[in-house]
């Protein structure tokens, strides 16, 4: 059965990797930009370094949300009624 206190774990584990991606995208590669088609990609790898990054930053954003409404859901389940 699915608790209160997985979920939150599940939420502070997700924000703590999406802190850390997000503090290593901004740290290295704060000036990288998505090309387009008529230019040329930097050749040093830093455009798939920073938009893996920022899709580990989404994909953590999005089970943090997830993982908080759940949390959320379950809390107010456990809830006395008050009737």
Do not use: C, H
């Not at 990054?53 to 994909?59: D, H, K, T, V």
């Not at 999005?62 to 809390?75: G, H, M, Q, Y």
Request: glycine share 2%; aromatic share 14%; net charge positive.
């Amino acid at each position: 059965m699915i608790t209160v206190r997985a979920t939150v774990k599940l939420f502070v584990m997700s924000l703590a990797v999406f802190a850390v991606a997000f503090a290593l995208r901004w740290s290295f590669f704060w000036d990288i930009k998505p090309v387009s088609w008529d230019s040329d990609p930097p050749q040093n790898g830093s455009l798939e370094a920073a938009f893996l990054l920022l899709s580990i930053e989404n994909i953590a954003g999005v089970v943090a949300a997830i993982a908080l409404i759940f949390a959320t859901i379950l809390w107010i389940r456990q809830q006395p009624s008050a009737r």
